[in-house]
């Protein structure tokens, strides 16, 4: 995919419709291996810069480069010489004479953007507090995966209006399909993150956003959940579970969905709490497809950046 190479991926919106719809398909075919590109010359070298636990996206990731015969080199903050107060701007551009791409998991959406600003190399957002888009790649395959199709599909999130909510609602407007994002009153999703997924749906697919979490659901054909208290916000876990409580993807409210309609939660779950186990466990659960396809997702999407595919 030409059309990426030595891009960055900040955002979900920083792909066109065309783009989104190609990595999808190099990620079907990676994961079939109808397609298995492989590094030419010197290994391409991934960085890692993870201000935040992992376990997900760090092994996707380094599968990920060392299956299209790369390198990754693992870079915990407390190793590297941010964490005594090297100016990010200092170091994204070092780090830019050494790797060929870097993926960054941090708070701050403004930090990765810092990242791609003075660095060369792609930059990839392994999750910031305002998006996760190499996980809604994931989301986005494992759909297709199920029906076939994406435009014309519903999905409805349930829970924190966070920062996967807010790719949910970019990702779900660039294949059309209908979103709908149901959350308390004061837990609802960025309004400029709203405003940019209608104008990107274009009147072709729905957006909405409800306090409602019966009528999100009803007949939709993809549930989706978080923990309701992110990274960061563990202080505030206890006094969210009463207020998000109507909001638990459990047996009686995966009734009012769609007949077919399949279960995701980017993981980890906290469980009894957002899902219960009964639903985590269930027949209509597609939790474990859509923890591997975030290899294959970044795989396709390594392999774009780098110019292999």
């Known amino acids: 995919m030409a059309g990426l190479k030595g891009r960055d991926l900040l955002g979900m919106a920083d792909l066109s419709r065309e783009e989104l719809a190609l990595l999808l398909t190099h990620a079907r075919q990676l994961k079939s291996g109808e397609l298995m590109p492989m590094a030419q010359g010197r290994p391409p070298v991934l960085g890692l810069l993870f201000y935040k636990a992992s376990t997900r996206t760090r092994m996707s990731f380094s599968v990920a480069m060392q299956h299209l015969g790369g390198h990754v080199i693992d870079l915990p903050l407390n190793a590297t010489q941010v964490s005594r107060g090297e100016p990010l701007v200092d170091t994204a551009r ?56 994406l435009s014309g599909l519903t999905m409805t999130y349930l829970g924190d209006g966070n920062n996967v909510a807010h790719s949910i609602l970019l990702g779900c407007a660039l294949v059309g399909m209908n979103v709908r994002i149901a959350t308390p009153e004061a837990y609802k999703p960025d309004p400029a993150i709203v405003k940019q997924a209608e104008a990107i749906a274009n009147g072709q697919s729905e957006v ?33 579970i009463p207020l998000f409580q109507p909001y638990q993807i459990n047996d009686a409210l995966l009734k009012e969905a769609d007949r077919e309609a399949i279960v995701l939660h980017c993981l980890p779950a906290h469980r009894e709490e957002e899902i219960t186990n009964s639903v985590i466990e269930g027949p209509q659960s597609r939790v474990w497809d859509q923890a591997e396809n975030r290899l294959h997702a970044q795989k396709a999407l390594l392999a774009s950046v780098l110019g292999m595919i």
Request: charged content about 20%; aromatic content about 6%.
């Open 208 to 240: 909405t956003i409800t306090t409602d979490p019966i009528a999100a659901v009803k007949n939709a054909q993809v549930l989706y959940t978080d923990v309701w208290a992110s990274m960061g916000q563990e202080d505030e876990a206890a006094s969210r």
């Open 94 to 149: 070092v780090l830019d004479r050494y790797l060929d791409v870097l993926a960054v998991r941090t708070f701050a959406q403004a930090d990765v953007e810092l990242y791609a600003k003075h660095a060369k190399m792609p930059i990839i957002n392994a999750l910031t507090d305002l998006e996760h888009p190499c996980q809604m790649l994931a989301d986005l395959q494992t759909v297709q995966e199920n029906f076939g199709q």
